[in-house]
Each structure stands twice: as C-alpha cells, then as structure tokens.
C-alpha cells in the first residue's frame, strides 16, 4: 500500500504583520527577545483552473499571519480555522543566525507532546514558530517558520482505493449536514469526529469526545474528519500528521485503520451538479505501539523559496511611500532613546512643542535643524530679510541659488527648506519685520496702521505657538516678542552671540498660582534678557560699522549656541514643572543632583542662563532673577500692554523714555546708582535693510 | 560783454575703483575714515555727431577715476592730464550723510588756494574731493564728488567775437607745433603760457613761468593754454576758473585781460581739410584786486543724475557674477573678524588648511560646514554608505530626495551639497571602506587586494590634506586613519558622540627634533585617542541591537561636537607652535591665560581634549599623555607600519592578538594590573552595511 504524503505549510505573511512588529519593537519590546504569543489562521485548500490545460491546480498550503496575529482571542475568519504560534524576534542578524534552532524546534515539538499527554486537548495540534529579525532602518525582515509535525514510525498506508469523492460515500444532505454542524461550532475547529447513524444522518463531535462518541460504534461508521488546507489530490494538508500522532498516542488500540475525512469544502455547492471536494480515505498503520507517551520525532522547518532550508526576506521598503519610510525612520531614531538609555523620556511632549523662531539666521538655521532632529513637528520662521551672498556658508538651510536675483525671503526659503529635508514637517516662513523701542513709527496713518498689523501678526503668531526663540540680530528687536511671550505664558528661549561668546537663556515663567514647586513653596521668578539693564532698549542698529552689521562670530559658535537653546528647550518639556522647572542650585555637580530631588528633568539639568566661552572652550550656567523694574518681563509692563494694548506699544516704540518712566528705571538712573552691571553684548547682526 | 559761463565737471567712476575701494577698505582701511590720497585724470573735450540732425553734440566733461586711481604716482593715459583728489571713506551711512560737507569743501578749497600762495604752483589746481560710504555686504557705494573752483568777483567776460577757431590765428604749423611741445612734456600739462615769436614760431613755457616768459611781450603775441575737458562751443571746462584766479591772485596787475586758447586737440588732424578744434578767445575783468591773497569763494558740488545737489550711488551687484559675489561676501566676512577684534588673525591659515573628514555622518555634516563657515577652501569627504531615510534631519547636508532609490553614496552627496551651498569652493567625496583591525579581510587574493588598494587610497588622502578628522561610528574604524596620521605628522582631530557626552580631541604629534617649545624645552607628547585603552581595538559592529547600531544621541550633541572639533582646529592653526601647541594648564581661566606666555593662541585655548556633558551643559578639558604601549600611536606601532607597511597593517586587521603583542599589551594584560580606566564610548553609528 502507498505511504501517506503530507503537503507542508506554506507560510503567507501579510505586509501588516511587519509593520505591526515594527511597532511592538520600538514601543514595547524594545530589546527584549522573549517569545510572543502570535496566532494565525488557515482555510480549505483551493485550487486554480490552469487557463491552457483547464487542469485544477492545488494552491499553496498557506497558514497566514498579519497584524492581527498579535491580538489576544483573535478569531480567524468565518471558514478558517486558528493555529496558535510563538514568535520570537531577534535584536541582531547574528543572533538571528546564531540561534539554536534544533533546541527551539524540539521545545516547540515538545509542548505540543506534553500538551497532548497532559491535556488530552486538540488545540495545540497545530502549534508553529516564527523566529524574526526586524532590520527596522531599512525596512528589511528576515523570518523562519516551523510548523512540528510529529512522524509515524512506520509510516501510515492508505488503502488500494486511495482517496476516493467523499459523496461516493456520503450523499449531499449528509455532506451539508457535516457543513451546517461544522459552522455551526463557536470557533472553527480544525478537527472532529462523524458517525454514521443508522437513520442515515451524521453526528458530530470534537475529537476530544473520541472515547465517548465512538464506544459502541463499528469502524466502518466512524469518520475522523479535520479541515484540510491541502488541495492536492494525492497529498493531504500538514495538520493531519499531529491529529494521527494525536490519536495513536492517546487510543494506540483502536486506531491502526482509521476513515479519515479531508474536508475541503468551506461553501455548500450552489448547483447539484457541482462535485462535493472532500475526500474519503481509509488509512492504516503496522506494528504495534509499545511506548504511547514517548515522543517521536518531528519535522517541519519550512524551506525558503530556493528549496532550501533557511530563512526567508521581507523587504518591505520598495512597497512602502518614501515619505513614511523618511517619517518612520525619524520616528525609529527617536524612539530608540526610550529603548535603553532613556524608558522614561516622553517624545510626545518634545516632537509635540510648536516652536516660533524669531530670525531666520545662522542661529534661526540652526535651531530649526536641531528642533527637527528631536521631532519638533510645527516649526514656524519669522525674518523681514532676504539671503545674501554671505549667507549660505553660515546658515545651514540655504544655498548659492537662493541668493540670485536680490535673495530669496530669508523665512520662507528655510521654511521650505525644511520641507526638502523633512516632506513630513509643518514648516512656514513669514516675512515680518518686528517692532522695536528706539526705532519710531514714521508719523502718518499708513506706517501707523502697519506697526498695528505687524503687531497683531505676531501676536497671532505666538498665539498658536507654544515656545518662541528669539534669535534676532538687535536687541530691541526682541523687546516686543518678550513682552508679548511673557504676557502669553509661552516658553520664551533666547540665543544672541559676541564674537566668540554666547548667551542662551530661557525668560522665567510670570508668576501665577500655579506656580508653586513639589514642595509647595511658589517657584522663583527667573529673569528675562532685559532683567539686568537699567536702561530702556533703544536703537542700536544706526550707526553701525560693517563690522557690527555683520555676524562676525567665529564659525562654531552659532551651532553650539543654537543646539544649547534646543537642549534647553528639550530639557525644559521633559521637566514636571514645565515652564516653572527651577534652575540646579550654584555649583552643582553631576554626584549630587539626584533627580529625585525634583531638580532635574530626565534630561538633566534646566539651567537657567548659558554662557559660553570659545576662547576656554567653556560654558558656564547662570541664574538671574526676574527685576520689578524690569522694561521686558515686569508686571507693571505686562499689565500696561494688557490694558492698552497697541497704543502702550506704540509709546514704547516711539518715546525712547517711556519704559524707563513706566517702570521706575528713570529714577534710578537718576540717582545716578548703577548697582547693576549693564553687559552689552554685541548681538549677532544680519542683513540690515534699513538704508 | 557776455560773462563766461563754465562747463563744470562730471565724475566718470571706473567700477574697478570700487572692486579696489572695497579691497582696501577690507585689508587695509578697516575701521580708519581718514583721508586716502587718489588720482584722476580728464582729457580733451570730445563731441559725437547726432545721427539724426547732423549736429555735433558735446559730451560731458569726464573726470575719471578708476582701480589706477589709489596708485601712488600713477600717470594718467597719454594726452590726458592728472587730477589729484582725496577720499574720504565712512563707516556708516549716517555718517556719510551727517558729514560737514560744507567743512570739507572749505578745506578744500584752502589747500587749493594756500598751495598757490605758498607754492605759485599750479599743480594743485584741479584738486578734488570724493566721498564715499561703501556697503559691502550689498556692493552698493555711495559717493558724491567736489571739484572746488573758485568765483571771479565780478565775472569774466568774453569779448565781442566770442570764442573763434584756433585756426583763423594760428596756422598749421604753429598748431602743430603747440601740440608737439605739449606732448613733449614728461607730465601732461593742464596749463601752459604760448608765446608768438617774430620768426612765426611758437615758444612753450609752463604757466609757473609767466613772469620770465611774458617779461617783455605784448599781450597780443601773449596766449595762455589749457587742456579743455569741455567740448561745448561756447562754455570752457572747469579747469580754466582756477587758472584764472591763480593768474589774477599772483599776477593781479597784467591779467584783466587774457588771450585764452582752450586747447581740445589730442591729435594732429590727419587731413588737411579737418578742421582744429581748439578755439581761442579774449576773456576780460573788471575791477581791481583789493587784496590779491584773499581767498575768493568757491562752488563745485556735483549734481546727482536729477539734477540736484546729492549723492549718486553706484550698485555693482547685478554686473558682478554671483559665483564672485559669493566668494567676496564670504571672504568679507571673514576679514571683517581683523578690523576690531583680532588683526592678528591669520585667516589664511586657516583657509589654506585641506581638511579631510572620514565620515560623511552627523558629525562630518556639521564638520563640514563649520570648516566652510571658516572660509577653509579644501573639503574632502570619505564614507562608505548612502543616504538613508533617517538622515536628513540630522545630517544636515542631504534632503529627502537623497535617500530615494536606495539612497546617494553618502561622502559624493555631501560634496555636492558643497558645492550647492559655496560653487567656489573645492569639495569631494570618496566611497571608501576603512579597513579595521578586528574585522579580518576575508582570504583571497581579491579581498586582499582590495584592501590594500582602500589602504594605499586613504593614505593617499591623507598625504594629500593638513587635518584629518576622525568622524566614523566605531571606535575601530577609526585605527588606521590614527596611525596613518600620526606617521604622517599631520593635524588629527577626533569627535565621538554618546547619549548625551561628547569627546573632542587632538592626537599628539609625534616627537621629532624640531618640536621644543619657546622655550627650548620639547613639548609634551599628548596622547591619541587609543592612549587610554589597555587592549587593542576590537570588533565593535557585530552583534549590535538596534539602538547600538543607530545613532541615539541628543539632537543638540552633533552640532556641538562638530563645532568644537572645528574651534579646536582653528585655535591650533593660530598657535604658533601649531600641532605642538601645548594644552592650558589644569584649572586654567581666562585671568591668569596671558597669551604672551605662549600657551594660547590668538583665538584662546588650545586644548588636547574636551569632553562635553549635555546633562549639565558643561564641557570639560582634559591631558593625556602619550602611552608608550598604545596601539595607535606609539613609536613601535609607527615604526612597524613604516618599515612594513601594508603586511604589518594586514596582521592588525586580521589578527586579534597582533597589536597587543606588538606594544607590549598583552603581557600588561597579563599581569591583570588595569591600571588605566578604559573609557567605553559609545560611539555614533551610521548606517551599518556589513549584512
């Protein structure tokens, strides 16, 4: 008599499944390879009618995981049945290739023996492994399937009929009774039992009832059915294997002939005339079993599309739009910060910060290219100038060809430079030119009216955003957007460089009754960029030599100082006080700033002052504290702009002496008692167009 | 009588004097306004013929100034004649525009008139004033022009027959001659005395002659002769008022009338029939001279193209090729560091240094454009792999089209992005596998020969540059180049990036005879970036998970390290002492480092290592000394790879043990005395390709 063959599992991996691993890698199992429980499902075979010969041809034997593979209790559907697998991804190739895959294997096979012997239950039948490699820069997943089946020694026969038209021996009411009782069960199952009733009908049951369901039954009325993913006329599907293995193990003495049922029919035939597709077959096997409970050997690593055994490539990357490819790879190199060094980072809070950038410079450039770098999703500019020739060697988002013709508007150029880099950023550019104490409004209803809509378009403009950076080239130039930032509560970063010198800082939080720390007491109020004058801001850009027009700095320094402004800004978001994040006490050191202590973000330290020093290649932190008398942050400012609005602005661009008398500085100045040391710094300077 | 009317003069600027001003001012006159001596000069006054009338129209009475004009003693092309003039250049617009342009007149003026009393030269005579505001940035130049001339009180009048052909009173001959004796003299002269000989002849004398030469003639054989820039029929040039007034000042008692001759021929008619232009005519004035030495006023303002009395601009940018625009607003903004800052600044040396970066990363990204932002005109940029979809966003010299269809060749990309940014400047990229002491060459005569030609090209590179940086993302990779390097005695700067630290640092050179410091004693051999390790560089790359593989850094950190790498570079080409600059004593600051100690350079500190914290936005400097056992840069190792060369480097990559036996390592390790921390880096990864 002819041996049984058994067509293999042909593992079917929807795209979706990759895509969900991604996300499970990155977010959850970061480095972990321990197993994870994954399902996946198959149906009837099917068989495709050969368009030149008109010969049926049996498709694969597929088992088909995707992203739904992941889900607990996921029930396959309507027609498939479930088979339950482990999955177990590797961190790197060479742990992939290294891995002991006869031990995993055989841990595998056993689980389904021991699961057998110990539960007398089906539902492991079918169990299979999937080990991975995720190569998630490159969108490349290398995987390995094995479906353990166990092998009969000696190897099951079938009868000289072979297999034979199930409705040879059952008529259509019998066959679509089978159907109805099969569909008819909670979840689909992948085996069970049929008797033949003497009143001709067929009863059902799982086979875990085989002792019970078949007691007194003559063999010739017991049919052992399962569903068959094998279309092949010769060969059935891989599950058959582990349910013989099941029933010799557990019933040795009545099983060496066993009437086996493939069951290939997921739909009763519409039509009489159409052939019922399952196949009766009776099976037998010779000697005796002498050990039921010892294991046999198992097979079932699937071969790779050479033939050979080994692992198979998912390349997922051609299929995928470039776009997301660019927007997932950002992601990836984000998220694995969380992997190891950082779980408690919060990447929402950063990539999620809208960020104002006041000044489309070397610093304006700068920042825009490290906010990118952290994710930053929404990031607006704002410059009233255009690139020049001496521009693009300096400013990283600009070329030669953007200085033809007269310049591009410097705001607009980065914005949509940050575009080219990034297609997935929100970047806009506006070109504004900012108000400033010192710099009088020409006398006339139209400029008037302009400085109001300039006014309001920054007021809209901080509105929507949620940190602004002010990277200017003037002093004054960044009075009005302190003053508007502070009024708003907006995180407010400022940057400005000297020649080989910089300042970075965040303006302090105004105080409000939230603003009290961990332990209660109000959070101190940190200083603004004004906090240490004691006069008013005034025209500083008349009158200047080219070489305080231009950004004379040494190259380094804008890049130190616009990623130092970033950091803070990162640091700053990841701080549970936020805004109100109080700066490392004096001479702290990395021995004793316990995060704990509520000092530190995950990040470290939220300084509140910066400055750096070229020449020593040092940088060192300082903290000021907010001055009543301040023209930037005071409250006696605030409250006159939230009173009187643009006409309080108006004064202040107008009038060189109205802060000072607004807020007292006049006197002081009167007294002649300059306790405050006023530090100029020589403000990094582009282009001016004011001539 | 008519009273005579003067043609004034009108400035013809040569944009060569701007393209020299410019120079000037950047090189030389920097921040200083005072006055710069300049030539100009004028011809005859020449007319074109209308093309529709027939007329002959005079064009406008040019004083030209061009490049030739700030050379000292520069002579004026033949038959034109030299004017001497002063310019005065401003700092800033304002100041151009507040300038006492009364005042400066005046003073003008004066020296006219104090050199004719003083001197009864008449060299002075045409002296002219410019001033100017150049704005550099934009290649606009502002200037307005004073040809001072003095106002006859009252006016001179013309007789009745007005100005006559030269012709109907002298004949061929005698023209001829007149313009034979004036081409004879070694200077131009603007101004000359005629006499009629009885013979016919005409007797040439200089006008500082009058005296001598008209002692005894009639005032009718008497003709005083200047070259006339004007070509107007009836109105002289403007040269002839002061010459006027120089007669009437030193000779006020034989000069109320004078036989003028305004001299227009340049050449000697080439036909009989074509007439002479210059025209004689009688000039008359009344009245006495009270007081001869009284200086009368004076006029001379030039009219802008409107007619009015301002400042003409001249804007040069559109007729200048961008490509050279770019290159000067670069260069200018380079030079503008030495106006006030540092004028001992050697920007050549830094300019002139080749850099070559091996990693086309993070870190070479911003490498690059740091060094460019120094005006350094070489790059050249070596890396294996190709964009990909992450990089952009940090890597800040590719877009989102680069890492399409697989991704640009990363060091080609970048090299081109170079050239986007800066056409002038020489950049390249090199596809180029370092080989890797722990990464074995596979055995094959072809492998091997690879490998050795991959050696041979990057010790070729490195020949071929002053500075090689150290930008890869292993610490292996990064061997060869040390030790190439440092057999080479070139500048090798090393960045490496953690989490949130960063190293920076220079290798030592090697000791050679030449390197004693000032003081005669020889410099401290610092130490390389493998002086601190007690085992041999080793395979890193394997076996790397996904966050090991991928750079996980700050944002910020890149940027920070990339710009330190290149600060510390720029320092050390400033020291005297360059690679052997000795690092800051420990705790140095900026009060006790007096740069005439010889320890800093111009720009500061010159570090041997920096090691940057984000955490606490603190940078720290550190020493380390050479180690006589390193594997990187210990005399044993130089010397085995000069006398071996490519063998010797084939047993490092292949052989684990080899270095370490070489320098004496192994028994060190042997005796398990660790006395060296070994500091583990995490090193910043690229993409990884070795799967």
């Given at each position: 008599m002819p041996i049984v063959q058994f067509t293999p599992f042909s593992s079917l991996v929807q795209p979706s499944l990759w895509h969900k691993l991604t996300d499970l890698k990155i977010d959850v199992l970061k480095l972990s390879d321990a197993a994870v429980p994954i399902s996946g499902s198959y149906s009837t075979g099917r068989t495709i009618k050969d368009r030149e010969t008109g010969q049926e041809i049996a498709l694969p034997c597929n088992l088909t995981v995707g992203s739904e593979s992941f889900e607990e209790g996921h029930k396959p559907p309507h027609g498939a049945v479930a088979a339950i697998g482990t999955l177990k991804n590797y961190n790197t190739i060479e742990e992939f290739k290294a891995a002991d895959k006869t031990a995993l294997f055989n841990q595998e096979a056993q689980a389904i023996w021991d699961h057998i012997i110990a539960t007398r239950s089906t539902e492991q039948l079918n169990r299979f492994l999937l080990i991975t490699f995720a190569d998630l820069k490159k969108y490349k997943y290398y995987y390995w399937f094995a479906f353990p089946a166990f092998v009969s020694k000696p190897a099951w026969e079938i009868g000289e009929e072979g297999w034979r038209e199930a409705s040879e021996e059952l008529d259509t009411t019998q066959l679509s009774s089978i159907h109805t009782q099969l569909r008819a069960q909670a979840n689909s199952l992948p085996y069970f039992l049929l008797r033949k009733e003497k009143s001709g009908e067929i009863a059902f049951a799982p086979v875990e009832a085989y002792e019970t369901f078949y007691a007194s039954v003559a063999p010739e009325e017991q049919i052992i059915g399962f569903v068959d993913p094998?279309?092949?006329?010769?060969?059935?599907?891989?599950?058959?294997?582990?349910?013989?293995?099941?029933?010799?193990?557990?019933?040795?003495?009545?099983?060496?002939?066993?009437?086996?049922?493939?069951?290939?029919?997921?739909?009763?035939?519409?039509?009489?005339?159409?052939?019922?597709?399952?196949?009766?077959?009776?099976?037998?096997?010779?000697?005796?079993?002498?050990?039921?409970?010892?294991?046999?050997?198992?097979?079932?690593?699937?071969?790779?599309?050479?033939?050979?055994?080994?692992?198979?490539?998912?390349?997922?990357?051609?299929?995928?739009?470039?776009?997301?490819?660019?927007?997932?790879?950002?992601?990836?190199?984000?998220?694995?910060?969380?992997?190891?060094?950082?779980?408690s980072l919060d990447l929402d809070k950063i990539s999620s910060t809208k960020c104002l950038l006041l000044g489309a410079g070397t610093l304006g450039c700068y920042v825009a290219r490290a906010l990118m770098g952290w994710g930053v999703r929404t990031i607006t500019l704002v410059d009233s100038g255009k690139v020049s020739f001496s521009n693009p060697v300096r400013q990283p988002l600009f070329e030669f060809a953007d200085c033809l013709d007269g310049g591009k508007p410097k705001a607009e150029c980065a914005a949509e430079a940050l575009k080219r880099i990034f297609p997935g950023i929100n970047a806009t550019g506006h070109t504004l030119a900012i108000p400033m104490p010192g710099h009088p409004i020409p006398p006339g209803a139209a400029s008037i009216a302009q400085a109001k809509a300039d006014v309001a378009k920054l007021e809209q403009l901080i509105d929507e955003h949620d940190a602004v950076f002010l990277l200017m080239d003037s002093r004054e130039s960044r009075w009005l957007p302190t003053v508007i930032g502070a009024a708003k509560g907006k995180i407010v970063l400022n940057a400005a460089l000297g020649f080989d010198t910089f300042l970075v800082m965040r303006h302090g939080a105004r105080a409000s009754s939230l603003s009290t720390g961990k332990d209660g007491k109000p959070h101190q109020r940190l200083g603004c960029y004004y906090c240490n004058d004691i006069v008013a801001p005034a025209d500083s850009l008349t009158d200047r030599t080219l070489d305080q027009m231009c950004t004379v700095t040494r190259p380094g320094l804008a890049p130190t100082a616009a990623a130092t402004a970033v950091e803070l800004l990162s640091s700053l978001v990841q701080h549970p006080d936020g805004v109100f994040a109080p700066p490392p006490p004096p001479n702290t050191n990395s021995s004793n700033s316990d995060p704990e202590e509520g000092v530190n973000s995950v990040l470290g330290q939220v300084p509140h002052q910066l400055r750096g020093f070229l020449n020593q290649f040092k940088t060192m932190p300082l903290v000021g504290a907010g001055y009543d008398k301040c023209t930037g942050c005071s409250e006696t400012v605030l409250k006159a702009y939230e009173t009187e609005g643009f006409s309080m602005l108006l004064q202040a661009f107008n009038d060189a002496k109205y802060l000072e008398t607004l807020t007292g500085l006049d006197k002081l100045y009167d007294e002649g008692d300059a306790l405050l040391e006023n530090v100029d710094w020589h403000e990094e300077g582009e282009d001016e167009d004011d001539f």
């Open positions: 094998s279309a092949d006329p010769t060969n059935p599907g891989w599950p058959l294997r582990n349910l013989l293995a099941y029933l010799r193990a557990l019933y040795p003495n009545t099983t060496s002939k066993l009437r086996v049922l493939r069951w290939r029919n997921s739909e009763i035939p519409h039509t009489p005339n159409t052939l019922w597709k399952s196949q009766i077959g009776v099976l037998h096997v010779s000697g005796e079993v002498t050990d039921a409970t010892a294991r046999p050997s198992a097979v079932g690593w699937e071969k790779n599309p050479h033939g050979k055994l080994g692992p198979r490539v998912a390349d997922l990357a051609p299929m995928m739009d470039p776009t997301r490819l660019a927007a997932q790879a950002v992601d990836l190199n984000l998220k694995l910060m969380r992997w190891r060094i950082l779980p």
